[in-house]
């Protein structure tokens, strides 16, 4: 009780907007102006605060608190966030004025790049016990777990095919798994690759996003994201093989639970390397 006074009394249980004194709208009923003026501060249940106070950063701290309330997170679901290093994961891929909005507004999705983790984490699928396993058993631990994978995949997703079909002429091709972004208003497409990626794999992706913006998305949709999920990733030879504007993306799997504090260093060395942005 002590810690929770200490990180939160400076903000008051109520907060007050305009001010004791505010004025009445003329014609809008007093009871309604005061409920619109004064909004609770603690929306979360006390399980929540004690295990938030234990996070020392208070960036960090607040980003949980923010997205615990925009999604409804348990204290279970929280908890496997906090340690999968989410915060971590979104702050080394945005520049520092977007670490710093991380813990005024949370994760905000605005663009593809937005939506993007390095490395996505598939602990919840429980691969890691097995020496060895193909494209297709990670494909069925994902749908077996569908839900947790689209918490992990982030906001806005929704589910809508498994191997979905591709034919050009007598060619049969099949994406992996279709999923559409309703916040973004855009297809995305995820191709699994166990191994390390390739050039093909990146052109074949192409090829899928191509053939949903000129087949599938209508004209008031926003292009077609495809993401490429591998357990070795070359940015390098990514960059070299797609075009600048291409909206194509890969990026890492680990299916098991990530280090904090080796994210937590990555992120201090990011920090120390990437300059201030205007």
């Known amino acids: 009780m002590r810690r929770f006074y200490l990180e939160y009394s400076e903000s008051t249980p109520l907060a007050v907007s305009g001010g004791s ?34 996070i020392g950063n208070r960036d960090e701290r607040r980003f949980y608190e923010i997205e615990v309330q925009q999604n409804r997170w348990s204290l279970s679901e929280l908890k496997r966030q906090f340690n999968t ?9 945005r520049d520092k ?24 984490v598939l602990e919840f699928l429980g691969l890691d016990e097995k020496a060895c396993y193909r494209e297709i058993d990670l494909e069925s631990a994902i749908i077996d777990k569908l839900e947790t ?10 589910f ?4 979905k079909r591709l034919t050009f002429d007598a060619d049969h091709y099949f994406v992996d798994l279709v999923f559409y972004n309703r916040i973004l208003r855009c297809y995305v497409l995820i191709d699994l690759k166990i191994g390390r990626i390739t050039h093909s794999d990146l052109g ?38 797609l075009p600048k504007d291409a909206n194509v993306y890969a ?15 990555k992120l201090i060395e990011w920090s120390e390397d990437t300059p201030e942005t205007e």
């Open 97 to 120: 004025s977007g670490v710093r909005a991380l813990a005024l507004t949370g994760h905000v999705i605005e663009k593809p790049q937005d939506m993007l983790k390095d490395p996505y």
């Open 204 to 241: 074949q992706m192409q090829m899928y996003v191509n053939y949903y913006d000129r087949k599938v998305k209508f004209e008031d949709e926003n292009p077609t994201v495809g993401i490429i999920l591998c357990k070795i990733k070359n940015d390098a030879l990514v960059e070299l093989t």
């Open 149 to 158: 994978f689209l918490l992990e995949l982030g906001k806005g997703f929704l």
């Open 251 to 265: 990026s890492r799997y680990q299916v098991y639970l990530p280090s904090k504090e080796e994210l937590k260093k």
């Open 85 to 93: 290093g989410l915060y971590e994961r979104l702050a080394l891929s």
């Open 21 to 54: 004194d505010a004025a009445v709208p003329v014609g809008q009923p007093i009871a309604q102006t005061l409920s619109a003026q004064f909004t609770p501060r603690f929306a979360l249940s006390w399980s929540h605060y004690v295990f938030l106070i234990n």
């Open 160 to 163: 809508e095919a498994r191997q």
